[in-house]
């Protein structure tokens, strides 16, 4: 069974940078897409970033893209998201999961994801 921690989380200014962490055990990178997805009130679970098991490929979503960036240690068992210039519409609760899912990590919605951490609160604000 997989088990996923985050940290990383904290109040910051528009503009500055948080850096996420998840470890995650039980888990193996070739078989195991892993993602990053957010909630902020009264909104949808939204995937932000993932890599998927079989390439190795990264994606980021269009609201992130250039700002964010999803990077991994294997050796540690732990995934990263980096986040830069972050504006308030980035608040929220931030999730790191995982799942045996063979396809591209983008294709899967939150809830083909089975194991998640406890999420992180992340709230930008000036």
């Known amino acids: 069974q997989l088990q996923l921690v985050e940290s990383g989380g904290g109040s910051v200014r528009p503009g500055e940078s948080l850096r996420l962490s998840c470890v995650v055990s039980?888990?193996?990178?070739?078989?195991?897409?892993v993602a990053w997805f957010r909630q902020a009130p009264g909104k949808e679970r939204e995937r932000v970033a993932c890599?998927?098991?079989?390439?190795?490929?990264?994606w980021h979503s269009d609201s992130v893209k250039g700002r964010f960036t999803f990077s991994s240690d294997n050796g540690k068992n732990t995934m990263y998201l980096e986040m830069n210039s972050l504006k308030s519409e980035d608040t929220g609760v931030y999730y790191c999961a995982a799942e045996r899912l063979a396809l591209s990590c983008e294709l899967y919605a939150a809830h083909e994801f089975k194991s998640w951490g406890q999420g992180t609160q992340v709230t930008v604000s000036s």
């Open positions: 039980g888990f193996s990178p070739y078989h195991h897409a």
């Open positions: 890599r998927s098991a079989s390439s190795g490929r990264t």
